[in-house]
């Protein structure tokens, strides 16, 4: 699957997998598992929200479970 021909022009959700813990200027802090991303100009997509809670993310952006990618760790 070719994914920026998939979601080109659409907004999508990543899964990460396991909640990840990272250090930031000495200080541990835990990264939420699911991202948004929402199309910027032609092919490119940013990320707009990052949460835990992956059936409030769906349903604010209107994401359905197709649009949910799960990247492999």
């Not at 920026?4 to 899964?15: A, L, N, P, V, Y």
């Not at 990460?16 to 250090?23: I, S, T």
Request: aromatic share 8%; glycine share 10%; charged share 25%.
């Amino acid at each position: 699957m070719d994914w920026q021909e998939t979601f080109s022009g659409k907004t999508f959700i990543s899964d990460l997998g396991e909640e990840q813990k990272v250090e930031n200027g000495g200080e541990e802090m835990l990264l939420d598992r699911y991202a948004v991303w929402a199309p910027v100009g032609g092919k490119n997509h940013r990320i707009v929200e990052i949460s835990g809670d992956l059936p409030a993310l769906m349903e604010k952006y209107n994401i359905s479970q197709d649009r949910v990618c799960v990247l492999v760790q």
